[in-house]
């Protein structure tokens, strides 16, 4: 004979057992289907706010583009010219330039003169003097890096002097330090 079970220890083992069969469904097939959905809810959300913003950029395509063209004639129009926004800045610029290209070489840069400023048609000529010892071809990197370089510098009144006797000159020429010394112009766009 077989023991005889209560009948509530039966329908109780089968709730657990269906409890067990849903919960493992739960965790089985529709967890991963929410999940999946969510993930998927969220990329549409992004790609949402992707697209307004590429609408907002497309929509502003025209201004930008015209934004573009003003800034690259301004450009073109402006290379060449010193940046600063008035003489006192421009010449500052200047010297604190010819500083550097001195320092860049290993010269001496023994002094610096700001130059009157010159209106020149719808521009204004800013300029300094600077006084410098170096060697000669110390003087030919300075000229070449000032004359090459951005914005375009003019320069003038250039004047190179020995210190040496001339047999020191006649042994190493490339060694002797010379006085050098020579006017630096950039040119500001517009009146004052």
């Known amino acids: 004979m077989t023991p005889h079970r209560p009948t509530w220890v039966g329908r109780a083992a089968a709730l657990v057992l269906l409890g067990l069969a849903l919960l493992a469904l739960k965790a089985l097939v529709v967890d991963p289907v929410l999940d999946a959905y969510a993930a998927r809810m969220a990329e549409i959300a992004r790609l949402d706010a992707l697209s307004a913003r590429y609408r907002a950029f497309a929509e502003r ?42 320092d ?31 060697t000669l071809p110390a003087i030919q990197r300075v000229l070449y890096a000032a004359e090459a370089g951005s914005p375009t510098l003019v320069l003038d009144g250039l004047s190179i002097r020995t210190k040496a006797a001339d047999r020191q000159v006649e042994r190493n020429p490339d060694r002797v330090l010379l006085d050098f010394s020579v006017d630096l112009y950039g040119f500001l766009r517009g009146a004052p």
């Open 61 to 102: 395509l025209p201004e930008l583009r015209a934004e573009r063209e003003r800034l690259v004639r301004e450009t073109r129009a402006s290379q060449g010219f010193l940046a600063a926004p008035n003489e006192t800045l421009a010449a500052a610029d200047l010297q604190a330039r010819l500083k550097t290209l001195v």
């Open 104 to 134: 860049s070489v290993h010269g001496e840069l023994k002094s610096t003169q700001v130059l009157p400023v010159w209106q020149i048609g719808g521009f204004r000529r800013v300029g300094v003097r600077g006084e410098m010892s170096m």
